[in-house]
């Protein structure tokens, strides 16, 4: 008798750009590939997807979080028949209707609608096989009707964009602190630290902090503030990342 043994591939992601110079986040779970964004260059793209080990044929469906260029930059280079994306994003491609379950092979997406100052701004909660994640950058706070969506998910690719006083010391018109600060426009890292602490569960198992400031945050500033809130709160939680503009960074059970 011969044995054969299936080795499952379990979900893993990998922030391959984050940040207002660009953004692009692969996810890959049994064998499929889920592209979020493409505001990165094709080559940065398909360079990056080969130091991790896939390449362009990989990517089997791709998700549009807004039209934003960071974002939304080189979204042309793929066929419109696996692009997605909100109402109005980009003219013929498929809509994604708010809080409406599609399947892409095996994924459940959820699509979250967020406050931005965009066409039909999303986030995502992306269920695969065994593991559910979020990715939700991109908004000015999260709505009651979100935090249900996104309680005790396994991983989340969650926004952290500015410290308050940093932004407002920069040399940024007022006219842009007030839309980056405002509810049209993105996180603080004290707002999103308090989110997180709702939301995470017993089946959480790391956060990636995404979309920082290079102007108005730092890495070590946007885990200080999370270290603060949650010992406030009482929780115990030491797995968070940091997202990067230039380097990849991976999560989930890739093992490099």
Do not use: W
């Not at 999260?142 to 952290?160: A, H, P, R, T, W």
């Amino acid at each position: 008798m011969v044995l054969i043994f299936v080795l499952e591939e379990k979900m893993e992601y990998h922030v391959l750009a984050s940040g207002s110079k660009g953004n692009s986040i692969f996810i890959y779970d049994q064998g499929n590939g889920l592209l979020i964004d493409c505001g990165i260059s094709k080559r940065q793209l398909y360079t990056k997807l080969n130091q991790l080990g896939f390449n362009e044929n990989d990517i089997r469906h791709v998700l549009l979080t807004h039209d934003h260029i960071d974002h939304n930059k080189n979204i042309g280079i793929f066929d419109q028949s696996i692009v997605y994306c909100g109402k109005g994003c980009i003219p013929g491609i498929d809509e994604l209707e708010n809080y409406q379950n599609i399947q892409l092979d095996h994924y459940i997406i959820t699509p979250l609608p967020l406050s931005h100052d965009a066409t039909s701004p999303l986030g995502f909660v992306i269920k695969g096989k065994d593991e559910t994640i979020l990715y939700m950058t991109d908004t000015g706070y999260v709505s009651q009707k979100n935090m249900e969506y996104i309680k005790n998910l396994d991983y989340y690719i969650f926004e952290s964009n500015h410290d308050i006083e940093m932004l407002m010391n920069t040399r940024r018109p007022l006219f842009l602190k007030n839309r980056i600060f405002g509810d049209k426009g993105h996180l603080n890292n004290e707002y999103s630290a308090h989110v997180m602490a709702q939301v995470i569960g017993e089946n959480t198992k790391e956060i990636c902090l995404a979309h920082l400031s290079q102007e108005a945050n730092t890495k070590e500033m946007a885990l200080d503030t999370y270290q603060r809130v949650f010992d406030e709160e009482h929780i115990y939680f030491d797995n968070i990342k940091i997202a990067d503009q230039k380097e990849i960074v991976s999560g989930g059970h890739y093992e490099n």
